[in-house]
């Protein structure tokens, strides 16, 4: 069965300064991945997927993200952080038949300080 | 614009009530989706569905069920609510994949936060 880990549940950087968000996957087949953001009492969001050909994927806000197979990571970043990046980020593989189902990490939450 | 809605934002219940969650969506969506999310356990999945009256078990079914009598409506049911399942539910759709590489989005309803006394 595939997983998803996220190093650090708690991440607090200055505004401007590198977001940097760490996850790493275990899959048998060659995964699809994406990275979801929550802010406050709101459902989640797609920031950006990988499916196929780029490993470097930009999404939405900003960020981006690089698949890189031998390392099994897909880590996220924004050069220079808003204080409305502030939100909780999901990390996911897909599994299943037509890639239906997600499996998610455990979330890491992304504090900007002034 | 794309839409999820769940019935609630918040409910309160007591231990033994019956509780049913629904979740409806308007882009005619084969995919179903229903997830738990808890602090530092991420999102979890309870159940989907891929059509009409069809569904799945997902990886923490106990205590849940599920309908899907139309297309555009997924409701889970709580049989007799417990403390242990005050949580958030989410509800997500998502089409069918249409080719190699093309995967569509999992679109997510705003969640429901419940609490069981």
């Known amino acids: 069965a595939q997983s998803v880990t996220q190093l650090g549940s708690h991440v607090s950087v200055s505004e401007g300064a590198l977001v940097l968000l760490r996850c790493n996957y275990s899959s048998s087949v060659p995964p699809y991945l994406f990275w979801y953001v929550q802010y406050p009492n709101q459902g989640l969001q797609l920031l950006l997927k990988y499916t196929t050909g780029a490993t470097l994927v930009k999404g939405i806000n900003g960020f981006e993200a690089e698949f890189k197979k031998s390392e099994t990571s897909f880590h996220l970043t924004k050069p220079s952080a808003h204080m409305s990046d502030a939100a909780e980020y999901f990390c996911?593989?897909?599994?299943?038949?037509?890639?239906?189902?997600?499996?998610f990490g455990q979330g890491t939450r992304l504090t900007i300080n002034p | 614009d794309v839409k999820v809605t769940q019935s609630s934002r918040y409910l309160v219940k007591r231990t033994g009530e019956k509780v049913f969650l629904e979740c409806v969506q308007d882009m005619d969506h084969e995919n179903m989706f229903w997830y738990r999310q808890d602090p530092g356990l991420g999102l979890r999945l309870i159940y989907f569905s891929y059509d009409v009256k069809m569904k799945e078990k997902g990886d923490i079914p106990e205590g849940y069920s599920v309908s899907r009598e139309k297309k555009e409506r997924f409701s889970l049911i709580l049989e007799s609510a417990s403390t242990n399942q005050t949580s958030m539910y989410l509800c997500?759709?998502?089409?069918?994949?249409?080719?190699?590489?093309?995967?569509?989005?999992?679109?997510f309803g705003p969640g429901t936060r419940l609490l069981v006394l």
């Open positions: 997500a759709s998502k089409g069918q994949r249409t080719g190699a590489g093309l995967v569509e989005d999992q679109y």
């Open positions: 996911a593989v897909s599994e299943g038949w037509g890639a239906q189902k997600l499996v």
